[in-house]
C-alpha cells in the first residue's frame, strides 16, 4: 500500500483544520492506508524559521515528504493565504520534492471569498516545489465544522475528494511499478 503523509497548518489539535485533519486521517486509516500526520505547530520553531536541517526533527519532516507516495495539505486559510506553517515547511523542501507525488489540498475559512487561496496561493508554492499532481482539492466553510464535528454536506464532499486522492495515488504507484518492471532498451 502507498505511503501517505498528511501536513496540517492547523494552529491546535481541536481548530477547524484539525478536525478536518482528523477525519480525513480516519477516512484514509479506514481504506487501509498507513498514515503519519506531521503537525508542523509541533516542530522546533527555530530551526523551522531559520531552515535548519541538520536539526533532527525538521531533517525527520522533509524525509516524511520525500518518502511520501500522496500528501495531504491542510490549512486554514486567512485573509485569503495559508497558514505560515504550512509555508515554513514547503519552503524547507528541495526545488523538485513534490514531483510524482500525488497532492491533495485542503482548507478551512470563514467566508467562500477565501476559496481562492486555493488556487492562487497555495497551489501555486506546491508548483513551486515540483508539485506536477496537484488534486482539485475541498474548501471548508468555518460554520460546516462546529464542536468537533464536520456538516454531512461537507463529510460527503470530504469523502469524495478522498477518494479521488486514493485513486490517483494507486494509479501514480501502478505506473511506477509498471516503469520499474519494463525492461530496458
Request: charged share 25%; proline share 6%; no cysteine.
Given at each position: 500500500?502507498?505511503?501517505i503523509?498528511?501536513?496540517?497548518?492547523?494552529?491546535?489539535?481541536?481548530?477547524?483544520?484539525?478536525?478536518?485533519?482528523?477525519?480525513?486521517?480516519?477516512?484514509?486509516?479506514?481504506?487501509?492506508?498507513?498514515?503519519?500526520?506531521?503537525?508542523?505547530?509541533?516542530?522546533?520553531?527555530?530551526?523551522?524559521?531559520?531552515?535548519?536541517l541538520?536539526?533532527?526533527?525538521?531533517?525527520?519532516?522533509?524525509?516524511?515528504?520525500?518518502?511520501?507516495?500522496?500528501?495531504?495539505?491542510?490549512?486554514?486559510?486567512?485573509?485569503?493565504?495559508?497558514?505560515?506553517?504550512?509555508?515554513?515547511?514547503?519552503?524547507?523542501?528541495?526545488?523538485?520534492?513534490?514531483?510524482?507525488?500525488?497532492?491533495?489540498?485542503?482548507?478551512?475559512?470563514?467566508?467562500?471569498?477565501?476559496?481562492?487561496?486555493?488556487?492562487?496561493?497555495?497551489?501555486?508554492?506546491?508548483?513551486?516545489?515540483?508539485?506536477?499532481?496537484?488534486?482539485?482539492?475541498?474548501?471548508?466553510?468555518?460554520?460546516?465544522?462546529?464542536?468537533?464535528t464536520?456538516?454531512?454536506?461537507?463529510?460527503?464532499?470530504?469523502?469524495?475528494?478522498?477518494?479521488?486522492?486514493?485513486?490517483?495515488?494507486?494509479?501514480?504507484?501502478?505506473?511506477?511499478?509498471?516503469?520499474?518492471?519494463?525492461?530496458?532498451?
Amino acid at each position: 500500500m502507498s505511503s501517505i503523509l498528511m501536513i496540517s497548518g492547523g494552529p491546535s489539535p481541536m481548530s477547524r483544520t484539525g478536525v478536518l485533519v482528523t477525519h480525513v486521517e480516519g477516512l484514509l486509516r479506514e481504506a487501509g492506508y498507513g498514515v503519519r500526520t506531521l503537525h508542523v505547530r509541533q516542530l522546533p520553531t527555530l530551526p523551522l524559521l531559520t531552515e535548519d536541517l541538520r536539526d533532527p526533527e525538521i531533517g525527520d519532516a522533509v524525509a516524511a515528504v520525500l518518502r511520501a507516495d500522496g500528501i495531504v495539505v491542510a490549512s486554514p486559510v486567512y485573509r485569503a493565504a495559508y497558514s505560515g506553517l504550512v509555508k515554513a515547511l514547503v519552503d524547507l523542501l528541495p526545488k523538485k520534492a513534490l514531483r510524482g507525488r500525488v497532492i491533495l489540498p485542503l482548507a478551512t475559512g470563514g467566508s467562500q471569498g477565501f476559496l481562492v487561496a486555493m488556487d492562487y496561493a497555495l497551489n501555486p508554492l506546491l508548483a513551486g516545489k515540483g508539485a506536477d499532481t496537484v488534486l482539485r482539492g475541498e474548501f471548508v466553510l468555518d460554520p460546516d465544522i462546529e464542536g468537533g464535528t464536520i456538516a454531512p454536506k461537507a463529510a460527503e464532499a470530504i469523502r469524495g475528494a478522498v477518494d479521488r486522492f486514493a485513486l490517483a495515488v494507486e494509479d501514480a504507484r501502478f505506473r511506477r511499478d509498471r516503469a520499474r518492471l519494463r525492461p530496458a532498451g
